[in-house]
C-alpha cells in the first residue's frame, strides 16, 4: 500500500504521515472570520482541506476534522505581521451594517456553509463558534500567566514569546531579526513588539466578558488553542490553514498551546498558496474579489471551480481566469456525460487486473502530497483509454469520485439559468434579424461548456460534449 506523505512546513519537507493514534486522524483548520461573505479565494483553502480528509478517509483513516468559526477577536490590523491593534472586524461589520455582531455572524455563517456545500466540500464533525470557548481562553490566559509565559499592562494580557525559546519555528523567523525594521502599532509597554494580546481589557467594547483582568475580549489567536485542545485534545496530526496563516497566527497558536502543555502541539502543518485572479493576488480594493455567487450568476456551477481547484497543486498559487474555470467547466461537464452513457451500457464485462493497475496509479497521486492535478491526468487516461470495458471505466471514475467529489454519476448535466436566460435573448435577436449579436451570445453560451441547436419551431440546449 502506497503511504500517504505529507510536505510540512514544520520540518519543510515532505514526510511520511504517521498518525498519532492507528487508524484515526485529528484534523483542525483555521475557518473563516464571518464578518463578509467567503471569497473563492477563501474556498480554494477550504476545497483543499477537503481534498485532503477524503484522501485520508479514502485510505480507511477515520478522520475527526473541526473547522472553527472566528466571531470575535479577529482586528482589522492582524495583516500589520503580529500588531494586535485596531478594531475587532465583528465589531467593525456590526457597526457598519447597523446589526448586532451576533445577527452578522449567524449571516455569514450560514453563507459560508451554504458555499461549501455547493462546492460539495463534507462538513466537519465540529463547527465551533469561538464565542462559546470564552471560559477557555480565560482559563489559558490564566495557566500561561501562572507558567510565567504573560505578563500584564493597563489594557491587556500579553504572551512573552522571549519567554518560548522555540518562538518562530513553524514560520522560521528569528526574534532578534523580527525587532528590525518591523511595521508594527506600538502598543504602550510591551517587551518586545511581537508579544501578543491574549486578552484585551475594554469595557465599552461592543462584545466583552467579566475575566480576571476586567471586563474585556480575547485576542485572536487564542481560540484556535482552546477549541483545538478542548476538542481534540492537546496534541493533533495535522492543522490546516492558508499561507498567510503561517505567520503570526499559528507561530502564535504553537507558543500559547506548548507553553501551556510542554507537548508538541501539531505533528503536520499544512498551508494552501493564494488564488490568484490574473496572476495577481486577490484584494478589495484591487477588484477582482470573486464570491462564489459572481461565478454562478455567470453560468458557471460551483462544481467547475471544484473542478478548477484540482486542476491545481495546493503548493502552486491557483491562477483564476474566466477561461480556465470555462474549460474546467467543460472537462466537468464532459465527464458527467460520460458517465451516464457508461451507465447505459449493457454489457457487464470488466478488467479487473487493469482496474487495480489503475487504482494503483491514482493512489500514488494523491498519497504524494495531494497530487490532485496528477490524478486527474490518471482520470481522464482511464476515460481514453479505447481497450478498457466501458463498466470497468464507470466503476475507477465513480472509486475516484470518492476522492475528487465532482458528483459524477449523481446528477445529469443541469443548464444553469443563465445559459437559458442567455439562449432566450440569442432567440429574440434571431427573431429581429439581429444575426450579428445573436452569433456574439451563442459564442458566450459556448464559453460556458454549452451549445444551442435549432430545431424547426424552436431550439434545445445541450451541454459541449
Ligand atoms: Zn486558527
Not at 477563501?42 to 478517509?57: A, G
Not at 476534522?65 to 503580529?82: R, S, Y
Request: charged letters at 30%; one cysteine or more; glycine letters at 6%.
Amino acid at each position: 500500500m502506497t503511504k500517504i506523505k505529507l510536505y510540512n512546513t514544520l520540518t519543510r519537507k515532505k514526510e511520511v504521515f504517521k498518525p498519532l493514534e492507528k487508524g484515526k486522524v485529528k484534523l483542525y483548520d483555521c475557518g473563516p472570520t464571518v464578518y463578509w461573505y467567503a471569497h473563492i479565494g477563501n474556498m480554494w483553502r477550504y476545497l483543499v482541506s477537503d481534498f485532503l480528509r477524503r484522501i485520508l478517509e479514502y485510505n480507511d483513516y477515520q478522520v475527526k476534522q473541526v473547522v472553527n468559526i472566528t466571531d470575535v477577536g479577529h482586528l482589522t490590523e492582524d495583516d500589520l505581521l503580529a500588531a494586535d491593534t485596531g478594531e475587532d472586524k465583528m465589531v467593525l461589520a456590526a457597526k457598519k451594517e447597523k446589526k448586532t455582531p451576533a445577527q452578522i455572524a449567524n449571516f455569514y455563517t450560514r453563507a459560508y456553509f451554504k458555499d461549501r456545500r455547493a462546492l460539495n466540500i463534507l462538513d466537519p464533525r465540529e463547527t465551533p463558534k469561538a464565542t462559546d470557548y470564552i471560559k477557555g481562553m480565560i482559563e489559558l490566559t490564566r495557566k500561561l500567566e501562572d507558567k510565567g509565559y504573560a505578563y500584564r499592562l493597563a489594557d491587556r494580557v500579553c504572551f512573552d514569546v522571549a519567554k518560548f525559546k522555540d518562538y518562530g519555528k513553524l514560520s522560521g523567523k528569528k526574534l532578534d531579526e523580527l525587532k528590525i525594521g518591523a511595521r508594527l502599532e506600538p502598543v504602550q509597554g510591551k517587551k518586545n513588539p511581537y508579544d501578543f494580546s491574549l486578552w484585551i481589557i475594554n469595557d465599552k467594547h461592543l462584545m466583552k466578558w467579566d475575566s480576571p483582568w476586567g471586563a474585556g475580549y480575547p485576542g485572536w489567536h487564542i481560540e484556535c488553542s482552546v477549541m483545538s485542545s478542548q476538542l481534540l485534545g492537546d496534541q493533533i496530526d495535522i492543522h490546516t490553514g492558508g499561507e498567510d496563516n503561517i505567520f503570526p497566527h499559528h507561530e502564535n497558536e504553537i507558543a500559547q498551546s506548548e507553553a501551556a502543555s510542554g507537548k508538541q502541539f501539531v505533528r503536520y502543518w499544512l498551508h494552501v498558496r493564494h488564488n490568484f485572479v490574473n496572476g495577481k493576488k486577490m484584494s478589495k480594493s484591487r477588484g477582482g474579489l470573486y464570491l462564489l455567487k459572481d461565478l454562478t450568476d455567470k453560468g458557471f456551477h460551483p462544481l467547475s471551480y471544484r473542478y478548477l481547484s484540482l486542476s491545481n497543486h495546493y503548493r502552486h498559487n491557483l491562477n483564476f481566469t474566466w477561461e480556465s474555470l470555462g474549460a474546467a467547466q467543460k472537462a466537468w461537464q464532459k465527464l458527467q456525460l460520460l458517465v451516464s452513457d457508461w451507465k447505459e451500457v449493457k454489457s457487464e464485462k470488466r478488467d479487473f487486473k487493469k482496474e487495480r493497475t489503475y487504482q494503483d496509479d491514482f493512489l500514488k497521486a494523491i498519497n504524494n502530497d495531494l497530487g490532485m492535478p496528477q490524478a486527474l491526468v490518471v482520470l481522464w487516461r482511464v476515460v481514453k483509454d479505447q481497450q478498457l470495458a466501458e463498466k470497468s471505466k464507470l466503476a475507477l471514475v465513480l472509486d475516484f469520485d470518492r476522492v475528487l467529489g465532482l458528483q459524477l454519476g449523481q446528477k445529469k448535466v443541469e443548464i444553469p439559468k443563465k445559459v437559458i436566460a442567455l439562449a432566450k435573448k440569442r432567440e429574440e435577436l434571431r427573431k429581429k434579424n439581429n444575426f450579428k449579436q445573436a452569433d456574439e451570445v451563442r459564442k458566450q453560451i459556448e464559453r460556458l461548456g454549452f451549445i444551442v441547436k435549432d430545431e424547426t419551431g424552436g431550439y434545445k440546449i445541450e451541454p459541449a460534449g
